[in-house]
């Protein structure tokens, strides 16, 4: 069974960078896309963009590109996704998830907090 | 941008009732289409993938059809567990978006 276990909780200042890992056990790391949505506090998910580990190549939406940023280390089956130019509306609980397109597994989600 | 649209943003139901949950796409999706079910403080836990087939250990009183542009998700004999937030999401052409949600409340 697959498990994706997510990096801490996070408080950052407008303007600065986070760096959210997603760290990946049983399976196959490679075989799948790994995809990050956030939640807004009482809000819906939203899709942030995604990476195929096989192919090493990573897919944004036009809302996030250029702001967003998402790699893997295969050696450590890790993944991580980097949202910069932080804003009060980027304030959310960040999910990685696994699958090329209904998510099976999900990470337990980091609260990033974005505060002066 | 493909925008999904699901109905109703909240619905009260009892214990043992059968509700339906509708999602609208706003161009045709065939059947990329999951279901996913969230409780407060948890990650979303998939349902109901390729808009019919049940993911491996849900429970059968859980069900969804359609294609194309709309899709509906049925629960059969509510149980005090299935009171959650429910939302669609559609994976097509390398594109992925959610409904806004479903809040399934006790009556």
């Known amino acids: 069974q697959v498990q994706l276990v997510q990096s801490g909780a996070e408080v950052k200042k407008p303007g600065s960078t986070v760096k959210v890992s997603c760290k990946a056990s049983g399976g196959t790391f490679r075989s799948y896309a790994i995809k990050w949505v956030r939640q807004a506090p009482g809000q819906g998910l939203e899709w942030m963009g995604d990476f195929i580990p096989l192919f090493g190549t990573a897919n944004y939406p036009q809302k996030f590109q250029g702001r967003v940023t998402i790699t893997a280390d295969e050696s450590t089956s890790t993944a991580y996704m980097e949202l910069s130019s932080l804003r009060s509306e980027d304030t959310a609980v960040y999910y990685c998830?696994?699958?090329?397109?209904?998510?099976?597994?999900w990470g337990q989600g980091t609260l990033v907090t974005v505060s002066s | 941008d493909i925008q999904m649209t699901q109905s109703p943003s909240t619905l009260s139901a009892s214990v043992g009732d059968r509700v339906t949950i509708t999602c609208r796409a706003s161009q045709s999706i065939g059947s990329w289409l999951a279901w996913y079910q969230q409780k407060p403080g948890k990650a979303p836990k998939l349902l109901i993938y390729?808009?019919?087939s049940l993911e491996s250990g849900v429970p059968s009183r859980f069900s969804g059809s359609g294609s194309g542009t709309e899709f509906t998700l049925t629960i059969s004999g509510l149980q005090p567990d299935d009171f959650a937030a429910y939302y669609c999401q559609q994976y097509t052409n390398y594109t992925y978006s959610f409904g806004q949600g479903t809040k399934l409340e006790i009556k």
């Open positions: 998830a696994r699958g090329g397109g209904a998510l099976d597994n």
């Open positions: 390729k808009a019919s």
